[in-house]
């Protein structure tokens, strides 16, 4: 099989001459679950590593029906424009092959899917969060080092993952849609509080003036928040990415918020905050995931659950036992 | 030395009996660091324990200078006069022994101190969030099994100290005065969520216009959080400690809240699962305390993360070195 005997070398230097099979293929190693791919996987990570760390990274997130998909499509053909190269990532821990996953229908993004400058990938499968915000950073790496100076990673407003990708990229864009006068109702605070800008999609036509509204309460709504480490305020924007309007200014926006904080060291104080998050939050998955997995204690960890609700034992004492054994 | 002499049995029938010295002898050997102590101690939570769990916990909160003292002392003396036995516990992680803590100063609640039916202890000492969270949910046992009915947790509005307050309490209550106009400025958004009732104190004289715009404010914010669990919309109480007014109106809400939280069974699944998240917290902290504390580990990390910086190795690979050593 001509397919598997190509070299790591190989793989790498294909990605660093851009070519997409390669890039593709090493991602590929990387989602998979056979150790052997894992060992490759690692080593063209650290052979590509020396070429990372170059582009823009941009998380985006909004429920399911705000037109992330044309948002992205929009945007990323206005990077292009721009002579840029854009990757496409996605993080969806709910995503399975049989399911399907966000960006998984290319077809949704039929511009940019063809455009040479750009590269789509889908959320890699997995149901654990950390599992697949890994493969997420791991390859971003690759992107990076293929010579892809903007990175998008989409995410889905589901659980925690808006906080992973929070947690790996520069700015943080929360894509939104006018509702009908109540705009903070139902929105996790949380992801307001990560936003470096809030972007009101589908303003066109009747739109218009409830966008206009909504700006102004999410504007009053951000100003609650306390000042943010980067010293960036974060901004409210319009836009009808289904007609391509606004987009321009969106991404003005983000260069902006680059040279703000390059300038007060922020993008790289930032950068190596995450990188020590992700190295502590591996360790303690791991060191979490082998103790819960342990047969002794999965064997015994309910029954001092039940002594516990019984008022047989406390929290305190029924953990020194579990951590006796 | 006849202090030493006493036994766990001693101990044990002076707590179920009601003597408030072998009480605070009890919890003196919970809070020591002697490993002679602790086995003691646990031998005393463990008889103690079938007598527990007959409390209502009520957890209070609030930045200095909100007249958190005066507020217990006035909501003691009230409980006392329904025929209550009152604990007053406190978790301050950053209090010790020479800088005094919370509740440090007994004259603060001059009152409450003198009262039979009511017993005041101040925060264990300790700069771990987790080892002085553990050390008071051990002490509510104890106060229980005392015959302790009410049981006051305080903290200060440092840290993570509310949300572990939060995690042993049936109820909440964050207190707040009146400002000039902009209430909701600076207020962290999770104890607000926290909460299940705020309650204004100093409404009282010049103030009380004040007060009653903010209880405006914050029904108003409250509406913005999403239904609880606990099936209870939380409640803006008005109060002056200082006069003693507005004091029963809060006691009666709690317990309003009790019936409704029992009929619907939240009382009980809440508390079961604070123990289970107090077993899993205490065997995950003790998990990262043993790695991060092994020689190796102390070595080897900050060279690790040095690495990562200089774009030399991922937090994956370097992770992976750390737990393989």
Redesign the interface.
């Known amino acids: 099989n001509r397919k598997k005997t190509i070299s790591v070398t190989e793989l790498v230097s294909g990605i660093l001459a851009g070519n997409i099979t390669a890039l593709s293929r090493a991602i590929t190693l990387i989602e998979s679950t056979n150790p052997s791919h894992s060992k490759k996987a690692?080593d063209i990570?650290?052979k590509c590593?020396?070429h990372?760390?170059t582009s823009t990274r941009i998380g985006i997130t909004g429920v399911p029906g705000v037109g992330k998909s044309t948002f992205i499509e929009a945007f990323g053909i206005h990077l292009t424009s721009l002579q840029k190269k854009v990757a496409v990532l996605a993080v969806d821990p709910s995503s399975s092959l049989s399911q399907g996953s966000i960006l998984g229908d290319k077809t949704r993004m039929e511009d940019l899917v063809k455009n040479d400058n750009a590269f789509i990938r889908p959320s890699p499968s997995g149901n654990s969060l950390g599992g697949v915000a890994?493969k997420t950073?791991?390859t971003i790496?690759l992107c990076e080092a293929a010579g892809f100076d903007t990175i998008i990673i989409e995410t889905v407003g589901v659980g925690q993952s808006e906080t992973a990708v929070h947690g790996m990229v520069d700015f943080f864009l929360l894509l939104k849609l006018a509702g009908a006068g109540d705009e903070?109702?139902?929105i996790k605070?949380g992801i307001i509080?990560m936003a470096d800008a809030i972007v009101i999609n589908k303003a066109d036509g009747e739109n218009i003036k409830a966008a206009k509204t909504a700006k102004v309460e999410f504007n009053r709504a951000l100003h609650?928040y306390?000042a943010k480490a980067s010293e960036w305020s974060p901004k409210v924007s319009l836009c009808s990415a289904l007609k391509r309007e606004g987009i321009s200014e969106i991404w003005n926006m983000i260069e902006d918020y680059t040279k703000v904080t390059t300038a007060n060291h922020y993008f790289e104080t930032n950068r190596?905050n995450q990188?020590?998050?992700?190295?502590l939050q591996?360790?303690?998955d791991?060191?979490?995931s082998n103790?819960y997995n342990a047969p002794k204690i999965k064997l015994e960890l309910p029954k001092?659950?039940l002594l516990?609700?019984a008022?047989?034992?406390?929290?305190?004492?029924?953990?020194?036992y579990?951590?006796s054994l």
Chains 1, 2 share one sequence.
């Open positions: 690692n990570i650290s590593l020396p990372a760390n890994r950073r791991e790496i903070l109702q139902g605070r509080e609650l306390p190596n990188n020590k998050f992700w190295l591996t360790i303690e791991r060191l979490k103790f001092q659950i516990v609700e008022g047989k034992t406390t929290p305190f004492a029924a953990a020194e579990l951590l």
